[in-house]
């Protein structure tokens, strides 16, 4: 799992909020490595709270994926900006994706080898090579 830092703007993070947050990263589990890094930054305006969550990826945090959001309740806000960040993420994964594997243009025009194939006058390759190897 990613690690994670919680920090709160003129305050401190309740340990029921780290857990909170700890519970909801699950979602982002398949698309991050042991390697990444997470930041939450809260903080408190007037009535509303901000989340901000930074998602550091890749190789020596080559990948950098920030979002936001802001509501009245902390958990509804944080929920909110992990679910921005699961959508981000699973494109980013989707474009990354080798979308040649199995599916090449090759595959199409090679004919496969079956049983339906004996029946034709045409010798195999290993007859071919048996035959050449009894004769020497």
Known sequence: MAKFEI????GSVPKSLESFVDEKLGRLERYLTDSSRIEFI??????????????????RGGQVVVHDDASEDVRTSI????EKMSRRLKKSKELRKDHHRGSGLGEEFAQPASDSDAGTD?????DI????LKGK
């Open 129 to 132: 090579v048996n035959r050449q």
């Open 42 to 59: 809260l903080e408190k305006e007037h009535e509303t709270f901000k989340c901000e969550m930074i998602v550091h990826s890749g190789r």
């Open 7 to 10: 920090t709160m703007r003129h």
């Open 122 to 126: 045409e010798p195999s390759y290993e």
């Open 79 to 82: 929920d909110q900006v992990i």
